[in-house]
């Protein structure tokens, strides 16, 4: 696949990156696309393997290694070399139903097992991909048409995010009539209100949902299934019943101090300004000189982001552009190596340092990175009025538990500080899905509160409901959520049809 000498010939190339202080101006997306010739050259470097571990998928050592969806990479990325885009549009079109979010959002397990990364960088799969899906909508590949023939069947799906909108898609496909309940105001689930406009523009959102609805999927915005409309009363109007409402309970901090003005979930508060910027047309400078938010103005504030994930950078990136005069990014865990350790070899998720955009813009404008290791939060430190305006951390070191050989986190004495914080956002994870949706449903939960199903299976102990996503695996990846949603709609489609073609 690709060019036989390829990855001896060509340099790895990632797509253009505005400098951080030039996109800290602005909620645009920063990344741009590389020339035709130059992409091309990285379709190229896609090696003749053997086994491409790219599209495997699987799980090793407890982490998935290669891509959930099994895009079929090396044929991808030969028809791009080969600068046949539109086959590889209808190839990668097979297995994906959204790669216009996975190519700017995924953390990219596909490169992450791609052999060429074994002694040398590796493909640029995920930007291959963007190159792609781009190209197809550009030159009008993109399409989605009303069934010719429909089943008579109806399916409700209950939430818009990747994992329900991917069984919608497919299960539309197949000829059943598709209702989408959203509890927002509009789609996307976090693919809209968790995820910054500079990683994902909102418009890209909108681009694949007014296919969809062409196609014949009905979206209804503002229903709370569970509280506005009643699961007994959905589940007389339809045959089936798809439960994708995400594992949406953020994990809080219970220290002393947690009741002052100015602590907010990460959740909250993204969703917050990503709404504002819809609301505003998506121009920054309304965002920013108005500040019509709940928590006022953030010029010349601190603020201190609890977690070190995906979620926390996003935060990061975000009160930066909203003016912050310093953030600080607290990280229970040790500093990750540098380069893979012996205990964490190749093909597996490569557990190392990792600076993401937002670090990078805190570097750029603050001079340091914004993450320190080994801390938690001790305590919510408020002023006479009950505002939040600090918060004291004390170090942690690993310990290994004699009685269940366990390590864990512990503090370390004498090493308390306090520091300055006018906000403070919780980016801690997720626990699971809600309590009221399962309740009405009355589907059961598992230990760590996702609805319960079969290995490998997506009906619940309800009958005629399923669930797909993070309400049925825990909180993960968007290309996980778009797997699970493809795979719950085979799962309904065979139900209701006694086989299934999708």
Known sequence: MGKATGFLEYVRKDNNTVPPLERILNFDEFHTQIGDKERTGQAA????????????????????SGCPLHNLVPETNDLVYKGNIKQAYERLNRTHSFPEFTSRVCPALCEAACTCGLNDAPVTTKDNERYIIEYAFEHGLVEEKEPAVRTGKKV???????????????????????????????????LRYGIPNMKLDK?????????????????????????????????KEYDRIVLACGASNPR??????????????????LKEVSKKLMDEDYDADKLTSYRKMSWGSLKGKHVVVIG???????????????????????????????DRLPSNPWPEWPKILKTDYGQEEAIALFGSDPRVYCTTV????????????????????????????????????????TLKADMVLI????????????????????????????????????????TCGDMHRGQSLVVWAIAEGREAAKAVDESLMGYTNL
Do not use: W
């Not at 090696?47 to 050592?61: D, L, W, Y």
């Open 203 to 235: 418009r890209v959102i909108d681009r694949r949902i007014r296919l969809m609805e062409e196609a014949g999927v009905e979206f209804k915005y503002g229903v709370d299934v569970g509280k506005d409309i009643r699961a007994k009363d959905i589940l």
């Open 378 to 417: 001790t305590e919510f430190i408020k002023d006479k009025s009950g505002k939040l305006s600090g918060v004291k951390t004390t170090e942690l070191k690993s310990v290994k538990d004699e009685s269940t050989g366990r390590m864990s986190m512990v503090p370390v004495k004498g090493t308390e500080k």
């Open 427 to 466: 980016a801690a994870g997720f626990l699971g899905s809600q309590e009221y949706i399962c309740s009405d449903f009355g589907v059961e939960r598992n230990a760590r509160t996702n609805v319960a199903t079969s290995e490998g299976k997506y009906a619940t102990s309800t009958d005629r409901v399923f």
């Open 252 to 269: 809080d901090i219970g220290a002393p101090g947690r009741d002052a003005k100015g602590i907010y979930f990460a959740v909250d508060f």
């Open 156 to 190: 409700a799906v209950i939430g818009s995010g990747p994992s329900g909108l991917s069984a919608a898609l497919s299960l539309n496909r197949r000829g059943h009539k598709v209702t989408v309940y959203e509890r927002s105001d509009r789609a996307g689930g976090l």
């Open 45 to 64: 470097r896609c090696m003749e393997c053997g086994v491409p571990f790219c599209q495997a998928g699987t799980m090793i050592s407890g982490m998935a």
């Open 308 to 338: 070190g994930g995906d979620t926390g950078n996003d935060c990061v990136g975000t009160v930066i552009r909203l003016g912050a005069a310093s953030v600080t990014q607290l990280e229970m865990m040790p500093k990750p190596p540098i």
